[in-house]
């Protein structure tokens, strides 16, 4: 059995962080993760001005030319939200963290060739292919079972410390339900995008983001940004209700109020967000990024999660290096300022239609 100092499970945002921080400290880590690199992952791919400090801060520089968007920047001051009242007015995705602004250019990505940089940039050692299916945790460490891409034979890896960094929908905080006591999900919202070749926005603004809150087509945001030569529409909505009709729906009111002109599409992605309570995991097994709830206002994500990963790295780090057993109390020591910026952002949030 291959054996390592801490095994993630993910290799988002937040899996790479937590893997950055304990290599750092001259770990062994494996991160394994169920998909093909580079995986995508349903998203608007905006880098916020705090991701960006933390990408410098965490990894040392600015991601590769290759990484972005032609389109690269979009200006904060040109994220706009539309009603057919008011037209025009500000909207904001990024708040102030400890009386701290960010940047207000932020950066447009392609999420597949970002995180798999993050990857390669935290020095750990991957397997991809390999689907987390089971784990057994005792005082000595953990053994986790993954069933890897084209094999029958589960495979089996030792570590001092798992993390789930496995997301939203994760398999490691559901398999420590079945341990200890995890506070449940809440309700789950749908989130629908449509990639188009982009013909002419008409009337609508260019270069910047729109935001439309309109319950006869969705619950939550409807929005729209342009990526490269591609339109992304973006739908969203509770459990259960038929988004590719309100894609349809959306498409319709763009043409008609804006005169939008969409060519070929290229791709559609989705996924169910559950509303998740914060749990920092227990034991030997630590929960990070959204797996552990850790999302900001109005669905920005991938600041939190590199934040508190590489805090869950460096809480093992310390703990491993001292010969603890306080990972837990570490990291949530060390999470409290961003667990003081989530109330922050749900005190502000303007998501819902
Ligand atoms: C439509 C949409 C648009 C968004 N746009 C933005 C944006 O523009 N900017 C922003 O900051 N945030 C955005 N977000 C939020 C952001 O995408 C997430 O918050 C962020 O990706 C969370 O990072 P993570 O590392 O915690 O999880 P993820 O990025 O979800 O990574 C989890 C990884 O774990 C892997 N995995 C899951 N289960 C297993 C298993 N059992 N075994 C092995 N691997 C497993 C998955 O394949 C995945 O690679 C958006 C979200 C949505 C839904």
Known sequence: MQQYDVVVVGSGPAGSSCAKALTDEGLSVLVLEKEALPRHKACSGVLFGQTQQLVKAYFGADAPAEVYCDNRYIEADDIRQWSPERGYFPYSWETDKDGVSFPRRYQNIWRDKFDKWLLDRSGARYLDGARVRGFEAGDGGVTVQARLAGSDEPAVFGCKYLVGADGNASTVRRL?????????????????????????????????WTVFLMKEIGDFILCVHQKGDQLVLHVGGKDGRDLRGSMGKFKEFLEGEFGVRLGAHWRDEGCMLQLL????????????????????????????????????????AQTLQTGGNSAKDLYAQGCRDILQHLEKCLSQMHFFA
């Open 176 to 208: 420590l339900s079945a341990r200890t006591e995890v506070p449940a999900a809440g309700g789950k919202l749908a989130s629908f995008q449509s990639y188009y070749r982009l013909e002419s926005l008409g009337t609508l603004k260019k270069e910047g």
């Open 277 to 316: 309570p914060i749990f920092l995991g227990e034991g030997r097994v630590l929960v990070t990024g959204e797996a552990a709830g850790f999302i900001y206002l109005n669905c920005e994500g991938i600041s939190a999660a590199m934040d508190s990963g590489y805090r869950c790295g460096k809480s093992i």
